[in-house]
T-cell receptor, first 109, second 112 residues
C-alpha cells in the first residue's frame, strides 16, 4: 500500500488569510492530482502535476510538485469562504490512484 | 450531460443482508472504480474495472463483489453486510490512463 499523508488534517482560518497544505509520500508517482470535495458531493479535480519541481497556478491556488515527485503542496492566497472543503491529494501510478487522508479547510467570513 | 450517477443516495440496512449499490456513467469511459471514504482513511479503493467483463481488486476488496456486464454500469454488492462496512461509497470513472477521475455524489450506507 502506497501511503500519502496530508497535513494538517484540519484547518480553520479567517477570510483573507493565506494557508499551505502538504501531501507527503515515501513513494514516487508518475503524477499527482489535487481534488476538492464539498459536503455531500464527490471530489472534483483541481490540478494535475507531472514534472518534478513543477508549479501550477489556478487563480489564488498554487500547486507545487516536489523535485523527487514524492510530495506536493497547495498554497491558497487570501482564502475565501468558497474555498471551504476537503482537499485531497492523489498519487497516480499506472491504473491506480492513491489518495491521501485529506485536509479539511474551513474559511470563516 | 448526465455524467456519473449513483443510487441510492442513502441506505440503511441490517447486518447480514445483501446490499447492491448502483453506478451508471453516460460517457462510455473505459475505467470505473469503487471507493469507500472513512474519516482518517481518506478514499480507499475497493475494486476497479478497465473494461466490460474485466475487474480487479483494490486495497480493501473483502466482503464486496462487483460485476461489469455493460460499459456504463458497475454495481457493487455487499454479500453479507457488516457494521464495519458503514461508510460513504463513491463510484468514479475515467477514460484513459492517468486522466482525471470523475466521481459520483456518493452513497451513504449505514449497517445496523
Amino acid at each position: 500500500t502506497q501511503l500519502l499523508e496530508q497535513s494538517p488534517q484540519f484547518l480553520s482560518i479567517q477570510e483573507g488569510e493565506n494557508l499551505t497544505v502538504y501531501c507527503n509520500s515515501s513513494s514516487v508517482f508518475s503524477s499527482l492530482q489535487w481534488y476538492r470535495q464539498e459536503p455531500g458531493e464527490g471530489p472534483v479535480l483541481l490540478v494535475t502535476v507531472v514534472t518534478g519541481g513543477e508549479v501550477k497556478k489556478l487563480k489564488r491556488l498554487t500547486f507545487q510538485f516536489g523535485d523527487a515527485r514524492k510530495d506536493s503542496s497547495l498554497h491558497i492566497t487570501a482564502a475565501q469562504p468558497g474555498d471551504t472543503g476537503l482537499y485531497l491529494c492523489a498519487g497516480v501510478e499506472v491504473n491506480q490512484f492513491y489518495f491521501g487522508t485529506g485536509t479539511s479547510l474551513t474559511v470563516i467570513p | 450531460d448526465a455524467g456519473i450517477t449513483q443510487s441510492p443516495r442513502y441506505k440503511i440496512t441490517e447486518t447480514g443482508r445483501q446490499v447492491t449499490l448502483m453506478c451508471h456513467q453516460t460517457w462510455s469511459h473505459s475505467y470505473m472504480f469503487w471507493y469507500r471514504q472513512d474519516l482518517g482513511h481518506g478514499l480507499r479503493l475497493i475494486y476497479y474495472s478497465a473494461a466490460a467483463d474485466i475487474t480487479d481488486k483494490g486495497e480493501v476488496p473483502d466482503g464486496y463483489v462487483v460485476s461489469r456486464s455493460k460499459t456504463e454500469n458497475f454495481p457493487l454488492t455487499l454479500e453479507s453486510a457488516t457494521r464495519s462496512q458503514t461508510s460513504v461509497y463513491f463510484c468514479a470513472s475515467r477514460q484513459g490512463r492517468g486522466e482525471k477521475l470523475f466521481f459520483g455524489s456518493g452513497t451513504q450506507l449505514s449497517v445496523l
